[in-house]
């Protein structure tokens, strides 16, 4: 079992920059990759950023490329998401997912690859 804890949510306004993490705990050496993906009320979990935990290889969704910056702290064992350039429409609740399928470098955009998921994290963009 791997159990994820996001943190670093909160309110900023249109433009500005917010950083979140992801703290892995548990059997973390079975952990291959890590995304994030955020739900919007009334909106469908969309995929955000993932990252290959070996080879660091990353993907991000084109709404937020250029923009987010996902990268692993080894030292923390925390996936940090480093969101610059924000909009309203960025606002949604942020989830960490680990997916422990063996990736060799691929990055996995698809939720249904992910076998562990946090609680979330909201992040609210004012416009």
């Known amino acids: 079992q791997v159990q994820l804890v996001e943190s670093g949510g909160g309110l900023v306004q249109t433009g500005g920059s917010l950083s979140v993490s992801c703290a892995a705990s548990?059997?973390?050496?079975?952990?291959?990759?890590v995304g994030w993906f955020r739900q919007a009320p009334g909106k469908e979990r969309e995929f955000v950023a993932a990252?290959?935990?070996?080879?660091?290889?990353?993907g991000y969704a084109d709404s937020v490329k250029g923009r987010f910056t996902i990268f692993i702290d080894n030292a923390k064992s925390t996936v940090a998401l480093q969101m610059n350039s924000l909009k309203p429409e960025d606002t949604a609740v942020y989830y960490c997912a680990a997916s422990s399928i063996p990736a060799y470098g691929t990055v996995w955009y698809g939720a249904n690859l992910y076998d562990y998921w946090g609680q979330g994290t909201q992040v609210t963009v004012s416009s």
């Open positions: 990252i290959s935990w070996s080879e660091g290889n990353t």
């Open positions: 548990g059997r973390t050496g079975s952990t291959y990759a």
